[in-house]
Every structure is written in C-alpha cells, then in structure tokens.
C-alpha cells in the first residue's frame, strides 16, 4: 500500500488526527511518508492547516496542500465563492502519485465526507482514489448514529469498485454508552471491512512525543500498529 486515502463519516470526526496516528505509526515502522491536503478550507494563509497538524502531531513528514480557501465551506463552493480555481480529483492524483515515487506511504486526506465536491462538475475524493487506486480508509464516529453514516458511505465505495481498507473510530470516549459499545461488533459488519483502530477522545491534544509513542498502540497491524480489535472488543463488552 503506496498511497492510501482517508476519508471520514462527514465533518468533526477526527479525520486529521488520525492521519496523524497512521503517519506517526508508519514513521515509528521505519517509513517515509508524506501526507497531502487535497483542499484545505476555513484557513487563513497564515494559520496552520490540517497537513501542518499533521506534522506536528507525527512528526518529520512531508507535508503538501493544493489549495487554500478562506471560508468553512465544501471545497468547490469555498473556491467559487472566493473566485479561485477549484481543486480537480486529477490534480490530487497527479500530485499524490508524484509523492508516492519519493516516499513510502502517501496519506490523502479529504475535505469532510467522501462525496464532498470539489468542483463544479461534482469531481470528489472519490474519484481521486479511483484515478489513483488507492484504498480508502473511513474515520467514523463512535457513538448513536454512526452505523448509517458508515454503511452508506461503504456502499458508495463498493459502488464505485473501490477498496475499502477498514475503519478507524476517530474518538472513543472514556466512558462508552451501551449504543457506542455495541457499535464495536456492528461497525465492521455494516462496512464489510474490519475495524483497523480506535483514537482516545482528546489524542490530538497529546504533547507530540507522547502522540508519537502511543499511536501505534491505537492501530492495527495493517496500518502499522499493535492495536488488536477483538481484545479492544472484549474489554469494551466487559
């Protein structure tokens, strides 16, 4: 796996810390890695984006963003309204498939969900991974709600005849209600791909080097970690 694209469930859960873990467990695995933006929104040019956050939590990555647009917005308004040249799913993919010839993992993060729109002729990150490739892991949110947002963003990948890599919950809470709990079991199973992690709430807010040595706990294997589902399970059902 050269380049792997992150998408999440929709906004706000915790797509861009994540990025982070699978950098800074890939980095700790003795790997080069760079990690692309393909739009960054809400943003002044001074202020640090999520490919700086990135960096910051992981460490020495490469960072990369095609374009910067000052409102919170989807990509392809926040670009309209602002009178700047949208971001193309092949321009994400040329410049993701020139960082994969440099590095060992290329990690693209996404703007919100997966059907966000770029531009204006409703190019996404979808189509990005599709001219890349590339499999696609999904940040989701832990508790009530989560399934639906999950599986209707695995069928759209399915859909398209692409690799859904697995899920990450973005942020498990200290204490876990009953729904968020169940939701252990019955998140693989409505994905129909495994749970590859789960973030405590608050990791992004770790100092850097604490961030660095525990990420690799909060993944599995196939994303460089040590993280392992089944006990997470058990002692979550406990």
């Known amino acids: 796996m050269r380049v792997l694209v992150i998408t999440g469930t929709g906004t706000e859960?915790?797509?861009?810390?994540?990025?982070?873990?699978?950098?800074?467990?890939?980095?700790?695995?003795?790997?080069?890695?760079?990690?692309?933006?393909?739009?960054?929104?809400?943003?002044?040019?001074?202020e640090r984006?999520?490919?700086?956050?990135?960096?910051?939590?992981a460490g020495p990555v490469t960072t990369d963003e095609i374009a910067r647009f000052?409102?919170?917005?989807?990509?392809?308004?926040?670009?309209?309204?602002?009178?700047?040249a949208p971001v193309r799913p092949r321009e994400v993919a040329e410049r993701a498939a020139k960082l994969a010839t440099e590095h060992d993992l290329v990690l693209?993060?996404?703007?919100?969900?997966?059907?966000?729109?770029?531009?204006?002729?409703?190019g996404t990150l979808a189509d990005a991974a599709r001219l890349l490739g590339a499999p696609v892991l999904v940040v989701a949110r832990a508790g009530l709600g989560t399934l639906n947002d999950t599986e209707l963003t695995a069928r759209e990948l399915?859909?398209?005849?692409?690799?859904?890599?697995?899920?990450?919950?973005?942020s498990w809470p200290g204490e876990p209600d009953l729904a968020t709990r169940c939701n252990v079991a019955d998140l693989p199973e409505v994905a129909g791909a495994p749970l590859?992690?789960?973030?405590?709430?608050?990791?992004g807010a770790?100092?850097?080097?604490?961030?660095?040595?525990?990420?690799?706990?909060?993944?599995a294997p196939r994303l460089d970690g040590t993280w392992d589902a089944e006990a997470f399970r058990m002692r979550e059902a406990a």
């Open 13 to 46: 859960v915790g797509k861009t810390v994540t990025t982070a873990a699978v950098a800074a467990s890939a980095l700790a695995a003795g790997r080069s890695v760079a990690v692309l933006k393909a739009a960054q929104t809400g943003v002044r040019p001074d």
């Open 49 to 57: 984006g999520d490919a700086d956050e990135v960096a910051w939590l």
């Open 70 to 84: 000052p409102e919170p917005l989807a990509p392809g308004t926040a670009a309209r309204r602002a009178g700047m």
């Open 108 to 122: 693209v993060e996404g703007a919100g969900g997966l059907l966000v729109r770029f531009d204006e002729d409703g």
């Open 158 to 170: 399915r859909r398209r005849e692409l690799e859904l890599a697995g899920v990450v919950i973005g």
């Open 196 to 203: 590859l992690g789960a973030l405590p709430a608050g990791a």
């Open 206 to 219: 770790l100092p850097p080097a604490e961030f660095r040595t525990a990420a690799p706990g909060w993944l």
